[in-house]
């Protein structure tokens, strides 16, 4: 089990408007390795927050994808399957709210995340309906690594779901 009270540095910063590295003890940051997610999407209009976003959360994966729009992450999702998407609201053609929903119609296995400037309690609960699983300012990004591993951690170590005892029809 992934345990964050050893870690004698800490585990992200936010400095400003420049995002520091992630910085892990060794121990800790092999265990990432060795449980964490493979692949991440960052899907965002604007190419400078994708790389804010990107450099908070790359430590944490494997392969890190880019999107800047709604279809264009669904896209990557149908060719890469992204165990997480981390999602901005508005885009143009699509925005990451249908991008949501369409993208957990297709892969209802894929965790998604609402990076978002609005904090609003509507978009939060048409986030959360369309099937997001997390809802994060991007004043706050420094908190996407906790958040990720917490819920890494939880979908992990939780008890098997019961057996399926419906009738399987041929």
Partial sequence: MLDLSRATRPTYSLVGASVCSLVFP???YREIKNSWV???LIADDDARMRRMVKQVVAALANEVYEASDGGEAIAVCAEERPDWVLMDVRMKPIDGLRATAA????????????????????????????????YVLKENLHELPSLLLAMQTAA???????????KQTN
Avoid: M, W
């Fill in 26 to 28: 060794d121990h800790l």
């Fill in 38 to 40: 493979n692949k991440i």
């Fill in 103 to 134: 993208i957990k119609a297709r892969f209802a296995e894929t965790r998604i995340v609402i990076v978002s400037q609005y904090n609003d309690a509507e978009l939060r609960t048409e986030a959360a309906r369309a099937g997001a699983c997390a």
């Fill in 156 to 166: 992990a170590t939780a008890s098997p779901a019961e057996p399926d005892n419906r």
